[in-house]
């Protein structure tokens, strides 16, 4: 019996990894592609840009800093396009950013 535990122990150390395991260049490379889309994504991040497609209420109304009224005004004049799914709303980023520019105003329009 102590011979069978020692043979499992063996398998079960063969299964962890140690400083001496060998890596493929495809590990290296799924691994360089993983970090490269996280980098991607922080950095999409960090210029305000969302990183996906279709976002919730609460999370225009943080990226835009409005309430929750005012995010009611913009949809029920059609400033901002939604689609309802359920009882969820949800924004596309481009319709937002295009809203946006549309309203983009110089200093002269505000006097």
């Known amino acids: 019996m102590t011979l069978v535990s020692q043979q ?3 398998g079960v150390r063969s299964l962890l990894p140690t400083k001496d395991q060998l890596l493929t260049i495809g590990d290296l490379e799924n691994f360089k592609d993983e970090i490269l889309n996280e980098i991607k994504q922080i950095i999409k991040e960090s210029k305000g840009q969302p990183g ?6 609460t999370e225009v109304k943080k990226l835009l800093g409005i ?12 400033t901002l396009p939604f689609t309802k799914i359920g009882g969820s709303i949800y924004y596309d980023y481009e319709d937002i950013h295009a809203m946006m ?11």
């Open 8 to 10: 499992q122990k063996k």
């Open 52 to 57: 996906k497609k279709w976002l919730k209420s």
């Open 67 to 78: 309430s929750h009224g005012f995010l009611q005004t913009l949809r029920d004049t059609g």
């Open 101 to 111: 520019e549309a309203k983009k105003c110089n200093k002269e329009d505000m006097y």
